[in-house]
């Protein structure tokens, strides 16, 4: 697992918490819930969402012994007990719901579903510490995490594809592309014709790019760099760019995906496709072609 070359040392400046998270649609429908509210009444569902508010509002886990049973409980109102929510929260724990182990071994309420969603969500971020004790996941994946207490490993070097691309670096923080930030949009219709064209345009556009140079390559991005539209929507272009060259996306073929993809808009179906592509372990061939593919079945 890759950490990086110095620890986090300013960690305890920087807020580990999310802003967000998901809930699954069947939440309440849960056998687990209904047995709750079955039991322990409707605020015992709703006392679930507020636990796991808590833990993501701090870190991927939150200590829970004496003090904070009485704090939760305070801020919840006077309609929660101390003995109502300890009740509730063991209850949870006994059904899988948190991990028994980390809970009685570690006094910590957390799961693997939580660390899995915490840590996809956290990519982004710079540096996250994390303690060995407390994982239940593979963390080898991430490659921002820092395990405190052990030695950082050595970083393998990395190719440098853009001079082979013929694009000018970019220094971008925000390059990786985060589940989070892709669209999650039902797919639309289907449109074999138009994409067809378009193929037969990339394929011709792709050859002629196989002779363009360098300078052509740069020149290039930086037309599209200098044509990113002021319309207030926040976008990562340069992301993009380095993203499509991360992916060999021949230079004749990015200002039509750039367009498609509105420039890099934060939360746009095109990061989707690409994060589909990094993780496809090889088996997409043409990623031009695929992007194009799955940008046109959302404007169907």
Known sequence: ????????????????????????????????????????????ALLA?????K????????????????????????????EYVKEVVEALVSRGFF???????????????IQLHYFEASQRRKCVQ??????????KKYKN???????????????????????SPVNVPNVDILSENVDILGENAYIPEQMKRNEIEMETSSSKSSSA?????????EE??????????????????????????????????????NWGAIGHPIWKAIYEVNNSGGRITQPAKFIYSRLMKRTG
Request: proline share 5%; with cysteine.
């Open 1 to 44: 697992m890759y950490k990086p070359d110095k620890p986090c040392r300013r960690m305890n400046l920087l807020t580990t918490g999310l802003d967000f998270f998901y809930v699954d649609v069947n939440f309440f429908d849960s056998d687990l819930m209904v047995i709750l509210e079955t039991k322990y009444g409707c605020k015992a």
């Open 49 to 53: 969402i507020k636990l796991i508010s």
């Open 55 to 82: 833990i993501y509002g701090e870190n991927y886990f939150y200590r829970w012994g004496e003090d904070e049973l009485m704090l939760f409980t305070h801020k919840l109102g006077g309609d929660y007990t101390v």
């Open 99 to 113: 991990d028994k182990g980390c809970y009685e071994e570690q006094g910590i309420l957390t799961s693997a579903a």
């Open 130 to 139: 994390v303690e060995r004790a407390y994982l239940l996941i593979d963390i």
């Open 145 to 167: 995490l820092s395990v405190k207490g052990e030695a950082p490993e050595v970083k393998e070097p990395e190719i440098n594809r853009s001079a082979e691309s013929g694009v």
């Open 213 to 221: 140079g360098t300078p052509g390559g740069v020149k290039r991005d």
């Open 224 to 261: 599209i760099l200098s044509s990113i539209p002021r319309d207030g929507v926040k976008r990562n272009t340069e992301g993009l760019l380095l993203a499509l060259d991360g992916l060999r996306i021949p230079v004749a073929d990015r200002p039509k995906l750039i367009r498609m993809g």
